[in-house]
């Protein structure tokens, strides 16, 4: 009996430090658009600080916020990878891919915009990736829109000055990811464009 006291502390720190806390989670729709014009986005996965991956990718996009997908519950972008090309039909003008790591305050951005508004309060949110050449950037929004919402700030809710208007400046977004890919003249290899121009250049030489 004494052996069993003894070894309960034990058990009970070990399930305590064990469990890991859930992971902030919003429910969004999935965007995938540009600012500057004509993009074929083949492959742009978003990976989560919880593991989990969400595919953006949603073919020819042009404009913003673009196409748009019902999404589903998700946690902070950790990492982002994918490939596209600038234009629509090939010849495409220019061909671009990344693989990059996701700051670690995308979290913290979205907590800020789920906590932004004073009388505002939507259960969903939204993801955005938009394109532009070599560019990508990744928007959260609550989307809420002057015209029809309230959308008056509650005082000291953005204290690291997050929030900013989308490119078209009709609501509020926080930039989670804004870089660079690679680009290239020619498609990258192993990638739909890559067996694009295969197709296109062997059904020219026959």
């Known amino acids: 009996?004494?052996?069993l006291k003894a070894f309960l502390p034990l058990l009970l720190?070990?399930?305590i430090f064990g469990c890991e806390p859930e992971p902030y989670t919003a429910e969004v729709g999935f965007t995938n658009g540009s600012t500057s014009g004509e993009h074929g986005v083949k492959r742009m996965v978003i990976t989560t600080q919880s593991g989990g991956k969400a595919n953006f990718a949603m073919g020819a996009v042009s404009g913003y916020p673009g196409a748009h997908s019902s999404g589903g519950r998700m946690d902070a972008?950790?990492?982002i990878?994918?490939?596209w090309a600038k234009g629509w039909e090939y010849p495409f003008e220019s061909y671009?891919?990344?693989?990059?790591?996701i700051p670690d305050n995308a979290e913290a951005k979205m907590k800020t915009m789920d906590n932004y508004y004073q009388n505002f309060d939507r259960d969903s949110g939204s993801m955005e990736v938009i394109?532009?050449?070599?560019?990508v950037r990744v928007f959260y929004s609550k989307s809420c829109v002057d015209m029809y919402d309230d959308c008056t700030p509650q005082q000291g809710a953005d204290p690291n000055g997050w929030v900013v208007r989308s490119p078209k400046n009709q609501t509020d977004v926080v930039v989670l990811f804004d870089?660079?890919?690679e680009s290239s003249s020619t498609p990258f290899p192993n990638t739909f464009f890559a067996d694009?121009?295969?197709r296109k250049k062997a059904s020219e030489s026959e």
């Open 77 to 79: 972008p950790a990492y």
């Open 131 to 135: 394109v532009d050449g070599p560019r």
């Open 1 to 3: 009996m004494i052996k």
């Open 196 to 198: 694009l121009e295969k």
């Open 96 to 101: 671009h891919r990344i693989s990059a790591p």
């Open 179 to 181: 870089g660079k890919g």
């Open 81 to 83: 990878e994918g490939n």
């Open 13 to 15: 720190s070990l399930a």
